[in-house]
């Protein structure tokens, strides 16, 4: 052997002596430190904006998956996630269309290990309505954002005037979410729960308004009988008829004009018309029924009945 | 090109060990806790449709009906895709639960009636390890009579199994 091959081998020796004289001392201070608060290394917003070079979408993505992990390695240290909110703003700055931010941020925000802080719902809150202006067709965003504001955040408030406006305000929102056309099998009973709510906040208006509409684009025959069941008792008997009258007859009408085109396909194309029959109409300000162009003069016509 | 001399080597196997030894343990520890986010996910659902249905019944009825561990064997170390018909108790319909991908977690709810008010737990048991010791999360909801839903935060137990 060498001389440098010793020299070496001595060099590896005295360093393994060294490391498992020391190992034990600092594994045993390493084991009592512990995380106590996080540090956000992320610019604004804005400045984001600028970082990501163009890759805005990519950057979002990145961002969103630290989240993710994130939120489950504080739940394994058991401490606050303190950044959330910067995160989800950088975030839905940088994609605003980008729809995952927006459902799972009241999950983010005030499902922790640790009881949520009244200021955990507020930025919820601001996140979800920020989703609802940036995506104002996504029911999913509607959904959440209406649950979330009308049911969940609520019991967490001490202002019971505060508390009442979340309510109403949510009931809003999930009244909006059932006037988006849907697949979720369980809008129904959603629907009917912001009904309830609008109800027992004696916002009048905005229940008939809300339940006609729901009426008027729902597909869904269980739904239609819940909400003439809920008209008749909460708005009245004559409310009832008027809106079974209504979807009775436009049930005629789409079955004996585009039976084969779906209720939201037949709405957007507008009511139709014998073009010889109806001709000179312009000349009456009130068509009927038959000669009605839109939806809402047809609607009309059907109420002067 | 020559070889490496043995101090090169040695000096080049510490560089990468200790970046190995920074590196691997937050890789795993990252991937496990990418896993959590099935169980808070769902137990944050369960509890939001929890808090939709109880708007709707009087407090003593105010959550639906239990409904058992789903599915009734805790996936053990490998995430499983359910069969058709597994997630059809009337209670995951109504609560509107159901994992649609492979998934590592069965979930249980547990509701009750007592004293004019009513109460549910949802647990998410997992074994992501396959050890056979399961990890537990939980998150309870109750409605008082005159109160409405009131949920807390997760609970947790053995969460790294």
Known sequence: MSARALTALVALLACGVLVATVRPGLARDFAKVKAGADAYALPGPDQAVLMSLGYR????????????????????????????????DVITTLDPKFVEPYLYADTFLTIQPVPARFEDYVAAREVLLKGTRELPFNQQVWFVAGQFIAYIAPPNIADPELKQSWRLEGAKILARACELATNNPNIPYQCLAAATLLNKAGEREALIQMLTRTLAVSDDEELHQQVLAVLGEWVGEQSREREQRRVQQFQKTWAADLRFISKEQLLLLGHGFDVVKCAGRALQPLPNEECAITWREWSHAIERR | MRALTLMETVVSASILCSIGAVFVPAFFANLHASRLSEPLDGLARIAAHSAAFAELKPAKEAYPESAPLTPTDVPR?????????????????????????????????????????????????????????????????????????????????????
Do not use: C, N
């Open chain 1, 57 to 88: 979408a990519a950057l979002a993505d990145f961002i969103y998956a630290h989240l993710r992990v994130g939120h489950g390695l504080h739940f394994e240290e058991k401490r606050r996630f303190e950044h959330v909110k910067d995160y989800l």
């Open chain 2, 77 to 161: 170390g490998e995430s499983v895709l359910d069969p058709p018909g597994t997630w059809e108790h009337p209670t995951w319909r109504a609560l509107e639960f159901q994992p649609t991908m492979a998934h590592y977690f069965s979930f249980s709810y547990t509701s009750k009636s007592q004293g004019g008010g009513s109460s549910f737990v949802a647990k998410a048991h997992g074994d992501l390890d396959g050890d056979g010791l399961f990890s537990t999360f939980k998150i309870r909801g109750s409605v008082a009579p005159g109160a409405g839903h009131s949920q807390s935060y997760i609970e947790m137990d053995r969460e790294v199994e």
